[in-house]
């Protein structure tokens, strides 16, 4: 394991905030010039870097959520509900101009659909001090769109003796990024998704894919949905199967994933250990709508 500053235990969770309107009881996909109707839907508050720090919170990781956050009615309406995550909100960034990014998210069976609008700029006016906060051990980028409107973020993480995660995160323009290894140089943990890993490595095999980017970051814990996941750490390739659990929402299930790794490997845990945790922290996840409405459940 890649050592981490000492006498810090706490996550820091660096993203946009998202405010997911997410459809579930879909029969069918929407058409364009068509109507249909949703037997469920769920407004929550959303994006990697929240759901993440929920997640690892819920656990009893110290997680601090470092974003920008809104004062309009759509940010007020959701933060009630933030309230709720037991995340540590020190260093959120309140502005005006700063509303949530709204994502629709539309659930059929175990496949979803996003539609998002951007909301700003990701960069939060409290990065530095967060990176300076002497509980903190860790920086979890959860998605690529912020390191790469902030480059020099994860320099900046290790300057301060902070290790550093990065979930890609799809995006359709910046999967192609030509420059995405270059920009995420000094990252320890890389947690893609199969698809987010195809992209980058133009290669349809999980283990090829796998290997390739293994080139290029120290730890690779690569997410399969279904077939469980993959890990390249210390030289060696590892996998864990996922339990059969009823399905109810996907959508937040590999940010969960990402808390269960990171909280077990800042432990030290083993291979095989941050794989379970992972794994379990997912399968926990997707039995619930949304990102976060496991912790509700069980909270």
């Known amino acids: 394991m890649t050592s981490a500053k000492t006498g810090g235990k706490a996550i820091l969770s660096l993203g946009r905030i998202y405010c997911d309107m997410v459809f579930r009881g879909l029969d069918a996909m929407p058409q364009l010039g068509r109507e249909i109707f949703a037997r469920d839907f769920n407004l929550t508050p959303g994006g990697g870097a929240l759901i993440t720090a929920a997640h690892a919170s819920a656990m009893g990781r110290p997680s601090a959520l470092l974003a920008r956050f809104g004062t309009d009615s759509l940010s007020e309406a959701l933060s009630d509900q ?35 609008r951007r909301a700003g700029h990701a960069r939060p006016a409290t990065f530095e001090n967060a990176l300076a906060w002497q509980d903190a051990t860790h920086l979890h980028i959860a998605e690529y769109a912020t390191l790469h409107e902030m480059p020099g973020a994860v320099a900046a993480a290790k300057a301060k003796g902070l290790t550093v995660s990065l979930d ?15 920009r995420s140089s000094g990252v320890d943990v890389f947690l893609p998704n199969l698809e987010e890993a195809r992209a980058l490595t133009r290669c349809e095999d999980a283990r090829e894919a796998l290997a390739r980017l293994s080139r290029h970051f120290p730890i690779v814990a690569l997410k399969c949905g279904a077939d469980g996941a993959l890990l390249a750490m210390d030289d060696e390739v590892h996998s ?35 794989l379970g945790a992972a794994i379990s922290a997912g399968s926990r996840s997707v039995q619930a709508a949304g990102g976060t409405g496991s912790l509700r459940a069980t909270g």
């Open 82 to 116: 933030i309230d709720k995550l037991g995340i540590d909100l020190r260093f959120l960034d309140r502005h005006e101009t700063a509303g949530p990014q709204l994502t629709v998210v539309i659930v059929q069976h175990e496949e979803r659909a996003f539609l998002s």
């Open 240 to 274: 864990c199967a996922t339990p059969a659990v009823e399905v109810v929402d996907t959508t937040g299930a590999g940010d969960a994933f990402n808390a269960g790794f990171l909280h077990a490997w800042l432990e030290n845990g083993s291979a095989q250990a941050c």
């Open 168 to 182: 890609p995160s799809w995006d359709d323009e910046l999967i192609a990024d030509p420059l995405f290894f270059e």
